[in-house]
């Protein structure tokens, strides 16, 4: 019993940290005349005062999750896939681009084949991380901060090229997305993406069943932890390093196609628009454990909803990500100092 | 300066480690620690030098108690430990290596290191260039290096912990010289933890022994090897009796095989094996077996010949094909190639035997189960692999071979394991010969490759010479072998 209690206590040290610094922070920021309440206040408001803006939270929360429970694939295997951002920006494009070329028709066939295209898309920007990664040794990190701004720079070319929506040449958005390739919401007051949320969940338990269940899930641990020993253990090591990148690039090009097919409805400069980078946040923040994604990604979304309430307490919203690295610092930060307080297990020679 | 330890007690769980061991060591002798694997030899030196804290028991130098937080605790107290891999960092130069651990704020004054260096390099007759990454050391060079880093901060007992593992018969002289010099000029401590009982015979001026956690005797010396194995047994060994197995078809062959690795090239090599053969493979670190073993395995490419696996050609084709035909490598890094810290027990057994897509989990531990009791693994299913001593490691490691491999290739299989471990590893090796399984294993151990091998290849700066009579073959022939000795005949 009282190793249950132990075992509780460390797990759940990191979090209560976090937050403990999270309500010092605000505290220490917020003008003399509101509360440590007042801000809560403001998030919760932000985030369930009505339909409308749960739904919101909602809407963030379809492309994080996705990228999100992608990172936890390559994070298993030791990947640090910082170009996910690009990936999903190549996804929506792709997308779009599809949407583009089928004009109208039925919904029934073309969100499906622009989804199917977004996952193509995102899978392909990431097989070229993954190629310079296992042929030439790239690191996976420093290829994807590249990638990442090469994404931006087609974004921007389509936007004023092919893509433009009439004759103007400094055009902010391309022409609208035909509707046929549209996501629609539910309602006027609850607009979210049905297609969207089934997709991400699908996608959560798919992940997760195959991380827990299959050859490929233990082959990705093996190789995160130990390639050599992995290859000799008979692992397929650089399969497994590529399709990591492959299969999270896909997913984060689906949250891509999100942002495109329902959130916007045209491509605009930086559409991806930081979730890529959030969802790093939220792999680091629950060492790359993929149930809690959904939970994380969530908390997270409500933190972003809820920001926009607070220029009504005369605080900017950017404060909102100052929060969110806060308590991410935080958390890694009691993660290591847990690891020391446990005593470690050593082996005994 | 004396050291003693009181009543040192360290538990690992259900496991006893140290039970109450109370010893004294005197200035200026050379102590051998014996024990077999798990007797808890290593928990105490770990204890002493501050790698990790004793449970209970307290330590006392020259009588006065000392409590120390870790090694760099320990070191300013003076006392050192050379670890069995030494600890340094391969991309940085000897002399950065020899200043870690020193004194000293953000600056440090290259010159006066490099003259310190030197000094202790020319009193111990070292040869080791300041300049030069400690990757391209040998083992016995970094041991050296390792020795002058603790000497110039001033350590005077200094443990060693396996430390003619992979180094030749010179360099153990000297290092050995070195240690007399050491007890003697300086009055310092030596304590050598050691499974080679004819080092410390010819090194140490008394012994203690461990079993299981105690410590059971204690030996002036000098005393022969027979009375030093019933000391750590409790009883004597048999020999062991050589017993030839009947030879089948080549299962393996290299053809004009071209090999090199980063610092020999080996051209025109031909070798073949055949099932229930077992190969021994001599020859002084970086001599060339490794590149050879990688390419009888396919783990490096050939730069030209071929490599066939029974009648097909495999050359080029990936480790996972070799693994699919059952030639299975095993590295002599047990932690660094061929397990993986951080996964359990049962993810190795389903690493290795998951044949389809799924993993079956209920089914995998069932087997690590079995496994577990088949191989006599000290350790559950569940627990991290890094949690199992040595010797349970190697077990481990056997309980994931194949039952039939078509050929083992092996480095140093008994590496740092005591004498009844390092039997059981070959009692395991030897029925999966008698079932036809060719072998091929590298050893420093002279006496294993002369009592197991069918036939003994000697490596030396990558030319391959073969043991022309096995069975007349002695440890002192091969010895001088090792040194090159066959260049000069030929």
Same mark, same amino acid.
């Given at each position: 019993?009282?190793?249950?209690?132990?075992?509780?206590?460390?797990?759940?040290?990191?979090?209560?940290?976090?937050?403990?610094?999270?309500?010092?922070?605000?505290?220490?920021?917020?003008?003399?005349?509101?509360? @440590?309440?007042?801000?809560?206040?403001?998030?919760?408001?932000?985030?369930?005062?009505?339909?409308?803006?749960?739904?919101?939270? @909602?809407?963030?929360?379809?492309?994080?999750?996705?990228?999100?429970?992608?990172?936890?694939?390559?994070?298993?295997?030791?990947?640090?896939?910082?170009?996910?951002?690009?990936?999903?920006?190549?996804?929506?494009?792709?997308?779009?681009?599809?949407?583009?070329?089928?004009?109208?028709?039925?919904?029934?066939?073309?969100?499906?084949?622009?989804?199917?295209?977004?996952?193509?898309?995102?899978?392909?920007?990431?097989?070229?991380?993954?190629?310079?990664?296992?042929?030439?040794?790239?690191?996976?990190?420093?290829?994807?901060?590249?990638?990442?701004?090469?994404?931006?720079?087609?974004?921007?070319?389509?936007?004023?090229?092919?893509?433009?929506?009439?004759?103007?040449?400094?055009?902010?958005?391309?022409?609208?997305?035909?509707?046929?390739?549209?996501?629609?919401?539910?309602?006027?007051?609850?607009?979210?993406?049905?297609?969207?949320?089934?997709?991400?969940?699908?996608?959560?338990?798919?992940?997760?069943?195959?991380?827990?269940?299959?050859?490929?899930?233990?082959?990705?641990?093996?190789?995160?932890?130990?390639?050599?020993?992995?290859?000799? @253990?008979?692992?397929?090591?650089?399969?497994?390093?590529?399709?990591?990148?492959?299969?999270?690039?896909?997913?984060?090009?689906?949250?891509?196609?999100?942002?495109?097919?329902?959130?916007?409805?045209?491509?605009?400069?930086?559409?991806?628009?930081?979730?890529?980078?959030?969802?790093?946040?939220?792999?680091?923040?629950?060492?790359?454990?993929?149930?809690?994604?959904?939970?994380?990604?969530?908390?997270?979304?409500?933190?972003?909803?809820?920001?926009?309430?607070?220029?009504?307490?005369?605080?900017?919203?950017?404060?909102?990500?100052?929060?969110?690295?806060?308590?991410?610092?935080?958390?890694?930060?009691?993660?290591?100092?847990?690891?020391?307080?446990?005593?470690?297990?050593?082996?005994?020679? | 300066?004396?050291?003693?330890?009181?009543?040192?007690?360290?538990?690992?769980?259900?496991?006893?480690?140290?039970?109450?061991?109370?010893?004294?060591?005197?200035?200026?002798?050379?102590?051998?620690?014996?024990?077999?694997?798990?007797?808890?030899?290593?928990?105490?030196?770990?204890?002493?030098?501050?790698?990790?804290?004793?449970?209970?028991?307290?330590?006392?130098?020259?009588?006065?108690?000392?409590?120390?937080?870790?090694?760099?605790?320990?070191?300013?107290?003076?006392?050192?430990?050379?670890?069995?891999?030494?600890?340094?960092?391969?991309?940085?130069?000897?002399?950065?290596?020899?200043?870690?651990?020193?004194?000293?704020?953000?600056?440090?004054?290259?010159?006066?290191?490099?003259?310190?260096?030197?000094?202790?390099?020319?009193?111990?007759?070292?040869?080791?260039?300041?300049?030069?990454?400690?990757?391209?050391?040998?083992?016995?060079?970094?041991?050296?290096?390792?020795?002058?880093?603790?000497?110039?901060?001033?350590?005077?007992?200094?443990?060693?912990?396996?430390?003619?593992?992979?180094?030749?018969?010179?360099?153990?002289?000297?290092?050995?010289?070195?240690?007399?010099?050491?007890?003697?000029?300086?009055?310092?401590?030596?304590?050598?933890?050691?499974?080679?009982?004819?080092?410390?015979?010819?090194?140490?001026?008394?012994?203690?022994?461990?079993?299981?956690?105690?410590? *059971?005797?204690?030996?002036?010396?000098?005393?022969?090897?027979?009375?030093?194995?019933?000391?750590?047994?409790?009883?004597?060994?048999?020999?062991?009796?050589?017993?030839?197995?009947?030879?089948?078809?080549?299962?393996?062959?290299?053809?004009?095989?071209?090999?090199?690795?980063?610092?020999?090239?080996?051209?025109? *090599?031909?070798?073949?094996?055949?099932?229930?053969?077992?190969?021994?493979?001599?020859?002084?670190?970086?001599?060339?077996?490794?590149?050879?073993?990688?390419?009888?395995?396919?783990?490096?490419?050939?730069?030209?010949?071929? *490599?066939?696996?029974?009648?097909?050609?495999?050359?080029?084709?990936?480790?996972?094909?070799?693994?699919?035909?059952?030639?299975?490598?095993?590295?002599?890094?047990?932690?660094?190639?061929?397990?993986?810290?951080?996964?359990?027990?049962?993810?190795?057994?389903?690493?290795?035997?998951?044949?389809?897509?799924?993993?079956?989990?209920?089914?995998?531990?069932?087997?690590?189960?079995?496994?577990?009791?088949?191989?006599?693994?000290?350790?559950?299913?569940?627990?991290?692999?890094?949690?199992?001593?040595?010797?349970?490691?190697?077990?481990?490691?056997?309980?994931?071979?194949?039952?039939?491999?078509?050929?083992?290739?092996?480095?140093?299989?008994?590496?740092?394991?005591?004498?009844?471990?390092?039997?059981?590893?070959?009692?395991?090796?030897?029925?999966?010969?008698?079932?036809?399984?060719?072998?091929?294993?590298?050893?420093?151990?002279?006496?294993?490759?002369?009592?197991?091998?069918?036939?003994?290849?000697?490596?030396?700066?990558?030319?391959?010479?073969? *043991?022309?009579?096995?069975?007349?073959?002695?440890?002192?022939?091969?010895?001088?072998?090792?040194?090159?000795?066959?260049?000069?005949?030929?």
């Amino acid at each position: 019993m009282k190793r249950t209690a132990t075992n509780l206590f460390f797990l759940a040290l990191p979090l209560l940290l976090g937050v403990i610094v999270v309500a010092i922070l605000i505290v220490l920021v917020v003008p003399p005349n509101t509360t @440590l309440g007042d801000v809560l206040q403001a998030f919760w408001n932000g985030a369930f005062r009505n339909l409308r803006r749960f739904s919101g939270v @909602l809407v963030f929360w379809i492309p994080l999750t996705l990228v999100g429970i992608g990172l936890v694939i390559t994070f298993r295997a030791g990947l640090w896939n910082i170009g996910v951002e690009g990936q999903m920006t190549l996804g929506g494009l792709f997308a779009a681009g599809l949407a583009f070329m089928l004009g109208e028709g039925s919904p029934l066939v073309i969100i499906p084949l622009c989804i199917f295209g977004a996952m193509l898309g995102g899978a392909l920007w990431a097989s070229v991380a993954a190629f310079l990664k296992v042929r030439f040794g790239v690191s996976e990190i420093f290829s994807g901060v590249a990638l990442n701004a090469i994404a931006n720079q087609i974004t921007l070319q389509l936007i004023a090229g092919p893509w433009k929506p009439g004759d103007s040449d400094k055009a902010q958005y391309s022409r609208p997305v035909p509707d046929a390739a549209r996501l629609l919401g539910v309602s006027q007051d609850f607009n979210v993406s049905v297609v969207g949320l089934v997709v991400t969940i699908v996608a959560v338990v798919l992940v997760l069943l195959v991380l827990a269940r299959t050859r490929w899930g233990l082959n990705l641990k093996a190789v995160g932890k130990n390639p050599r020993s992995a290859l000799l @253990l008979g692992v397929p090591t650089t399969i497994t390093a590529f399709s990591a990148l492959m299969v999270c690039g896909a997913l984060a090009g689906i949250a891509g196609s999100q942002r495109i097919l329902f959130t916007y409805g045209d491509v605009r400069g930086q559409f991806a628009g930081g979730i890529g980078f959030l969802g790093l946040l939220v792999v680091l923040l629950i060492s790359a454990r993929g149930v809690w994604v959904p939970l994380i990604a969530f908390l997270f979304a409500i933190m972003l909803n809820g920001g926009t309430q607070l220029q009504f307490l005369n605080l900017d919203s950017s404060l909102t990500g100052v929060l969110q690295g806060a308590l991410v610092l935080a958390v890694l930060l009691a993660n290591g100092l847990r690891d020391r307080l446990r005593k470690p297990k050593q082996a005994k020679g | 300066m004396n050291i003693e330890l009181r009543q040192i007690h360290k538990r690992f769980g259900s496991v006893h480690a140290n039970n109450d061991i109370s010893v004294t060591f005197a200035a200026g002798r050379i102590v051998g620690i014996l024990g077999e694997n798990g007797a808890g030899k290593s928990t105490l030196m770990k204890i002493l030098s501050g790698y990790q804290p004793a449970d209970s028991g307290e330590i006392l130098i020259g009588g006065q108690r000392v409590d120390y937080s870790g090694p760099q605790a320990a070191i300013a107290h003076g006392i050192g430990m050379l670890q069995q891999d030494p600890l340094d960092v391969g991309a940085f130069s000897v002399l950065e290596n020899f200043t870690y651990g020193q004194p000293g704020g953000l600056t440090f004054n290259r010159r006066d290191a490099e003259w310190r260096l030197n000094q202790l390099c020319q009193r111990f007759g070292f040869d080791l260039p300041a300049n030069t990454p400690v990757e391209m050391l040998s083992i016995a060079q970094r041991q050296q290096l390792e020795i002058v880093r603790l000497l110039a901060l001033g350590v005077r007992v200094l443990i060693l912990d396996e430390p003619t593992t992979g180094i030749s018969a010179d360099q153990k002289q000297q290092l050995f010289n070195v240690l007399r010099a050491l007890a003697q000029e300086m009055q310092a401590i030596i304590l050598l933890v050691s499974h080679k009982l004819e080092d410390v015979i010819a090194l140490c001026d008394e012994v203690i022994v461990l079993r299981a956690g105690q410590l *059971v005797g204690a030996q002036q010396m000098p005393a022969t090897t027979s009375e030093l194995v019933s000391l750590m047994f409790g009883g004597q060994l048999p020999p062991q009796a050589r017993i030839q197995s009947h030879l089948g078809d080549v299962v393996l062959r290299l053809e004009n095989a071209h090999l090199s690795d980063r610092r020999l090239a080996m051209r025109d *090599v031909n070798f073949q094996v055949r099932a229930g053969e077992v190969v021994g493979l001599a020859g002084l670190d970086g001599s060339g077996q490794r590149p050879f073993m990688r390419a009888c395995a396919g783990l490096d490419k050939l730069l030209s010949g071929r *490599v066939m696996v029974k009648d097909e050609a495999m050359t080029g084709r990936p480790y996972r094909d070799f693994l699919a035909h059952k030639v299975v490598f095993g590295a002599a890094g047990r932690l660094e190639e061929g397990l993986i810290a951080g996964l359990t027990l049962t993810d190795h057994i389903a690493l290795a035997t998951t044949p389809g897509w799924a993993v079956d989990w209920a089914e995998a531990e069932r087997y690590t189960n079995a496994r577990i009791e088949q191989y006599h693994v000290r350790g559950r299913a569940t627990d991290n692999i890094e949690q199992l001593s040595g010797g349970n490691q190697q077990r481990v490691l056997m309980a994931l071979l194949p039952e039939d491999p078509v050929a083992l290739v092996l480095e140093q299989p008994t590496r740092g394991l005591d004498v009844e471990s390092a039997r059981w590893i070959w009692q395991q090796l030897l029925a999966r010969r008698d079932k036809g399984s060719a072998i091929i294993f590298s050893s420093a151990e002279l006496e294993e490759l002369v009592t197991y091998s069918d036939r003994i290849l000697v490596f030396y700066a990558g030319q391959i010479y073969e *043991v022309p009579d096995v069975t007349r073959t002695s440890v002192d022939e091969l010895g001088h072998l090792i040194g090159g000795a066959f260049m000069q005949a030929t």
